[in-house]
C-alpha cells in the first residue's frame, strides 16, 4: 500500500490585508478629528490632503495633491522594473553569479554617479534632474523594445541612477517650492509621510499591472512591461514639463564651494543623520536579499507574490503613525522616535537572524519591520529638511 504525503504551500490569510487596509485608513480618517480636538485652537478640523472645497490653503492642498501625484507616478515606473528583476534575468539566461556581479556594477554606479546627484541638482536644479530620470526610463524602455540583446549592465546601470534620482531629486524639488511658495510647515510634515504612504501602494500597483501584463503567455508578454514603462515615462515628462514650476538661479561655483564647505563639513549632525540613513538602507538592502530564503528554509514551500504585498502594507500602515507621534497628541520629539523606532528594528532582526522560527513568526516579525520603516523614512526626511 503507497503512502500518499500531501504538501501544503503556505500563504498569508487573506484577512490579513482587509486588517492592514482597515487600521490604516482608520488611522488617516480619525487622525485630524484628534488633531484638531487636541490643539487649543478654535478653527476647527485641521485641514489634510482629504479636505475638499475652497479654503485659506486650497493652494497648498493643491501643490501637495499634484507632487503626490507624480511622486506616485515615479514610484510605478520604478517598481514595474523591479516586479520580475531577477526572473528576466533568469530568463534571458544569466547565471547567479552574473546576476550578481551586475547588482555589484548598479550599486558602485550609484556610489560614484549618484553621489554628485545632489550637487548636480543644486547647481542646475532639481526639476531637471527628474526629468533626466523619466529619459532614463524612457531610454531603457525603448531598447528594450528594439532589441532583445539589452546589455544587463548599461540597464543595471540606468536603473541603479534612477533609484538615485528617485531618492534624491524629487523630494528635494518639493521641499525647495515649499519653501518659495512659502506653504504651512505643518503641511510639509504631512506631504512626508504621505509620500512613504503613496510609494508603497505605488509599488503594490505596481505588482499587480506587470502580474496582469505578463497574463499566462510568457514568452509573448515578457516585454510588455518595457511598453508601459515607455509610457510612464512619457507621461511623466508631461507632467513635469507643463506641470511643475522652479524658479531659475544661479549659483556661483565658489559661493557654492563655501556653503558646502560650511554646512556638510562643519556640521556633525549632518554626518550623523547621514550616517542613520546609510545603516537604513544598508539593513532594508540585506533585508530584500534574505527575505526568501529565510522563509523558504528547510524546503518550506510559500507563496512569496502573496507575503510581498504584506510588507508594503505594513509599511502604509507604519507611515500613518508618524503623524500621531509629530502633531501634538504626542511630546516625542522626531530624534526620540528615531532612537525607539531604530532599536524595534533591530531588536526585530535580531530575532530572526539568531533563532529558528515558524513562517507565520518569520512574517509577522518582517511586517513589524516594515511598519518601522514607514515611521522612520518620514522622520528622516523631517530631519534632512531641519
Not at 538661479?249 to 554646512?263: C, G, N, P
Request: charged fraction near 10%; include cysteine; hydrophobic fraction near 50%.
Amino acid at each position: 500500500m503507497a503512502v500518499v504525503i500531501e504538501s501544503s504551500v503556505w500563504e498569508p490569510n487573506p484577512g490579513v490585508y482587509i486588517f492592514i487596509f482597515l487600521v490604516s485608513l482608520f488611522s488617516i480618517l480619525v487622525f485630524p478629528y484628534a488633531s484638531s480636538s487636541g490643539s487649543s485652537s478654535s478653527s476647527g478640523k485641521a485641514p489634510s490632503l482629504f479636505d475638499h472645497g475652497i479654503s485659506p490653503t486650497a493652494s497648498s492642498l493643491r501643490f501637495q495633491r499634484n507632487f503626490l501625484l507624480i511622486y506616485s507616478l515615479a514610484s510605478v515606473m520604478e517598481g514595474v522594473w523591479s516586479v520580475f528583476g531577477e526572473f528576466e534575468l533568469a530568463y534571458h539566461g544569466l547565471s547567479k553569479e552574473q546576476m550578481m556581479f551586475s547588482l555589484c556594477v548598479g550599486f558602485a554606479a550609484s556610489l560614484i554617479v549618484g553621489s554628485f546627484l545632489g550637487v548636480l541638482s543644486d547647481l542646475i536644479g532639481p526639476k531637471k534632474v527628474c526629468i533626466l530620470f523619466c529619459i532614463l526610463h524612457l531610454f531603457l524602455g525603448l531598447w528594450k523594445r528594439i532589441t532583445d540583446h539589452l546589455s544587463i549592465l548599461v540597464a543595471r546601470i540606468c536603473l541603479s541612477l534612477t533609484a538615485s534620482i528617485f531618492s534624491i531629486s524629487f523630494e528635494t524639488w518639493m521641499v525647495v517650492q515649499h519653501e518659495e511658495q512659502a506653504h504651512r510647515q505643518d503641511m510639509l510634515s504631512e506631504t512626508f509621510w504621505l509620500m512613504s504612504f503613496f510609494d508603497a501602494a505605488s509599488l503594490i500597483g505596481s505588482q499587480v499591472l506587470s502580474n496582469w501584463l505578463i497574463g499566462d503567455n510568457l514568452e509573448k508578454n515578457m516585454a510588455s512591461h518595457s511598453t508601459t514603462a515607455v509610457f510612464l515615462a512619457i507621461l511623466g515628462l508631461v507632467c513635469l514639463l507643463r506641470g511643475w514650476t522652479q524658479t531659475p538661479q544661479k549659483v556661483a561655483l565658489k559661493e557654492y564651494r563655501a556653503s558646502f564647505s560650511a554646512y556638510i563639513f562643519g556640521d556633525k549632525r549632518i554626518w550623523l543623520l547621514a550616517w542613520a540613513q546609510a545603516c537604513l538602507h544598508f539593513s532594508t538592502a540585506v533585508f530584500w536579499i534574505l527575505w526568501a530564503p529565510t522563509i523558504v528554509a528547510d524546503g518550506r514551500e510559500v507563496h512569496l507574490g502573496l507575503i510581498y504585498p504584506c510588507f508594503l502594507g505594513s509599511r502604509m500602515l507604519g507611515s500613518t503613525v508618524f503623524p500621531w507621534l509629530n502633531s501634538g497628541l504626542s511630546s516625542l520629539r522626531t530624534e526620540d522616535c528615531l532612537v525607539y523606532a531604530f532599536i524595534m528594528l533591530g531588536l526585530v532582526l535580531s530575532i530572526t537572524a539568531y533563532d529558528y522560527q515558524e513562517i507565520g513568526v518569520l512574517v509577522t516579525l518582517f511586517c513589524i519591520f516594515h511598519a518601522g520603516l514607514g515611521v522612520v523614512l518620514p522622520s528622516l526626511a523631517r530631519l534632512r529638511t531641519m
